[in-house]
C-alpha cells in the first residue's frame, strides 16, 4: 500500500481501481498489521465502505468533487464524529460519543473522503499513551516511538493502512511523527484550519493539519480543510490558493535561512542528514545564508510550555476531580498551569511577542527557514508510559517541570503562527527516520510546500517504506 492520494485518485478517475477496492485494501491492510503497531483506537468497517460505495456511483456519473474524491483517510482521535467514539486517548473519555463532526471531517467528507478509522494519540495530546489502549510503535522499528502526540496518524500513514490522517499541533506534535515515521506532516498558517471540534490543548498555539505519504498529497487535504469557518474564533479570512498547483520544483534564487540556534543543538547524525538536505537545496538554486534568532534560543521553551501548561489547566477545569485518572505527565502540567501565577502568563506572552517580532525580521531577509525537526532519531518506546503506574511518575521536580525550558525546534512556530513541514531527508545508521523542517512567512503556506515538494522530488526518501511485520 504505497500508493499516494494524487496516484489513487488518478487511478478512480481512469477507472483502474474503485473506491470500494481502495477502502477495502486499506482495511485489510490495518487488519493484517495494525495489531503490532496500534495505531487506531476505532474503524469504521461497515461505514467507510458504504460511503465507498456511494463514492464508486458518485466518480463516473460526472460528480467527482476533486482530487480527494473516494479517499480513505483517518483522524486523529481527538476530532469530533459524530456518532463515532471520540476518546482523546483518554480513560476519561472513552465511552465518549460526539453529537457533531469537527469541521475538518466535515469538509473532509464534502470533498469525497472516506472516514477509515481514528488513529491513537497521546492522552488529550499531551503526555503519555493511555495505559488502557496501549504504546502506538514506530512500523520502522516497532522497538521505538513513532513520536508525539499524532502517533498513530504518523505511524498510519507510514504503514500505508491509510492516505492520510489529520494530527494537531501545538508543540510539534504533527511535524514530530512525521520526522520519526518519514512522512511528510504540515502545521499550516495559524487560522487557516478551523479547530471547531478538536479537543483543545492550548487554544492561543493548537493547529490543525495534515500527515501524508508526500507533499502533493499534504497539498492536497490542505487544500480540502482550508478556509475560513465561523465555528473558529480563531479562523482567518483569507483566499485559499491552489495548493497543488504551487508545487512546480523551481526554487531558483529562493533564499533559504539556516537558523544557528535551531541547528546546533541537534545530534551529530542529524546535523550530517539536515546540512546534505541544505546542499540538494543548493543544487536546486536556492540561495543559503545562516541568520541568528538568539531570543528564541534562549526562551521558547518556557514562554511555550507556560502558555500552553496555563491554557490547558483552564481547559481541564470542569474534569479537575479526575485527575488522578490521567495519566503522571498529563497530570503535571495541568497541576503546574493551575499554581502559575497570572504575570507569568502574561510575561510569557510577551516574550511571545518578541519571538515573533525576531522571527518576521528574519524572514525579510529571507524566504524560508530551514532546520531539524527532531535533535534525534526515534528513541526506544519508554515501557513506564505502558504502565503508567509509579514507575512513570519520577522522583523529585516533576518531569514535565525539568524540561520545561529545553529548545525545541518546531515550538517556535506554534508561537509565531508560521507554517511549517516536515518531510523526510533520511536515515540514521540503525536506519530510523529523521525530517528537515521548512518554514515561511504566515500564509504563505504554498511557498514552504512548494521547497518541500522541490527536494522530495531530489531525492528519493520518499520511495522507501518500511517493511512491516504481522
Known sequence: MSMTIAEAGAAMRARQISPTELTQACLDHIARYDSSINSFLTTLGEQALDRAKRAEQE???????????????????????KGIRTTIGSSVFKENIPKYDSTAVTRLNAAGGILIGKNHCL????????????????PWNLDHTP?????????????????????????????????????????????????????????????????????????????????????????????????????????????VGVPRELNETASPVVRDLIQRAITVLQELGAE??????????????????????????????????????????????????????????????????????????????????????????PGPIQQASIKGDDEAKPSGPSRAARGAADLSQTRPTNLTGQPAVSVPCGFSPDGLPVGLQ????????????KVAHAYEQATEWHNMHPKLVA
Not at 63 to 80: M, Q, T
Not at 123 to 138: D, I, M, Q, T, W
Not at 182 to 203: A, D, E, H
Request: glycine fraction near 12%; charged fraction near 15%.
Open 59 to 81: 466518480i463516473p456519473s460526472g460528480k467527482a468533487y476533486g482530487p480527494f474524491h473516494g479517499i480513505p483517510y483517518a483522524v486523529k482521535d481527538i476530532y469530533n464524529t
Open 123 to 138: 492522552e488529550f495530546a499531551s503526555g503519555n499513551h493511555n495505559k488502557l489502549y496501549g504504546e502506538v510503535r514506530n
Open 147 to 255: 513520536g508525539g502526540s499524532s502517533s498513530g496518524s504518523g505511524a498510519s500513514v507510514a504503514a500505508g493502512m491509510v492516505f492520510g490522517s489529520m494530527g494537531s499541533c501545538t508543540g510539534g506534535s504533527i511535524r514530530g511523527p512525521a520526522s520519526h515515521n518519514s512522512v511528510v506532516g504540515l502545521k499550516p498558517t495559524y487560522g487557516l484550519v478551523s479547530r471547531y471540534g478538536v479537543f483543545p490543548l492550548s487554544w492561543s498555539i493548537d493547529h490543525a493539519g495534515p500527515l501524508t505519504r508526500t507533499v502533493e498529497d499534504c497539498a492536497i487535504m490542505l487544500g480540502a480543510v482550508a478556509g475560513y469557518d465561523a465555528q473558529d474564533p480563531s479562523s482567518a479570512r483569507v483566499r485559499i490558493p491552489d495548493y497543488q498547483a504551487a508545487l512546480d520544483g523551481n526554487i531558483q534564487g529562493l533564499r
Open 288 to 377: 543559503i545564508h545562516e541568520i541568528s534568532l538568539p531570543i528564541t534560543g534562549e526562551y521558547t521553551g518556557a514562554t511555550g510550555n507556560i502558555i500552553t501548561w496555563s491554557e490547558m489547566a483552564q481547559v481541564h477545569a470542569p474534569w479537575l476531580d479526575q485527575l488522578d485518572d490521567y495519566t503522571p505527565m498529563v497530570q503535571q502540567k495541568v497541576r503546574l498551569g493551575l499554581v502559575s501565577p497570572a504575570t507569568m502568563y502574561h510575561k510569557a506572552q510577551q516574550l511571545r511577542r518578541l519571538i515573533q517580532a525576531e522571527f518576521t525580521t528574519a524572514l525579510q531577509s529571507v524566504d524560508v527557514l530551514v532546520s531539524p525537526v527532531q535533535n534525534t532519531p
Open 438 to 449: 521548512i518554514s515561511g512567512r504566515v500564509f504563505e503556506d504554498a511557498l514552504v510546500l
